[in-house]
């Protein structure tokens, strides 16, 4: 297993929607703790969508689900999580005066914790209005 990447934080539509319906539903944990891996990363390091793994770096750690990208949408050697719980646990406190930590480009080691179970996503009935 290769087991380093770079990791970019940062906001994505699906975080920003689940974040105004609030932060204790499970839409916004999901997205939170989802690590998007390019194809080629996934290959090369034994994983598949759903796989849950260890993400630490110097600062903390934190457990979450791998969603695999279709080639050409993630660089390769670089990984994707949206801002959340789990992302912050690797952040650093110093905000430089920002008031936002450093959190983009981080060197990251990936280690495979255990398989997922993959869920098949439904989409709710439509229902006449009128």
Do not use: H, W
Request: proline share 5%; with cysteine; glycine share 12%.
């Amino acid at each position: 297993m290769k087991g380093q990447l770079i990791l970019i934080p940062g906001r994505s539509s699906k975080q920003g929607v689940g974040l105004n319906k609030g932060k204790l539903k499970e839409e916004y944990i999901r997205v939170t703790t989802t690590l998007e891996l390019s194809a080629e990363d996934a290959l090369e390091n034994g994983l598949e969508t759903a796989d849950i793994v260890k993400i630490s770096n110097d600062i903390g750690e934190t457990e979450v689900q791998v969603k695999v990208l279709k080639e050409g949408k993630l660089p390769v050697g670089y990984a994707f999580i949206p801002y959340g719980p789990p992302s912050s646990n690797l952040f650093d406190g110093e905000t430089c005066g920002t008031g936002m930590p450093a959190s983009k480009g981080m060197t990251i080691d990936i280690k495979f914790i255990k398989k997922g179970i993959k869920k098949k996503t439904t989409l709710p009935t439509k229902t006449a209005i009128g």
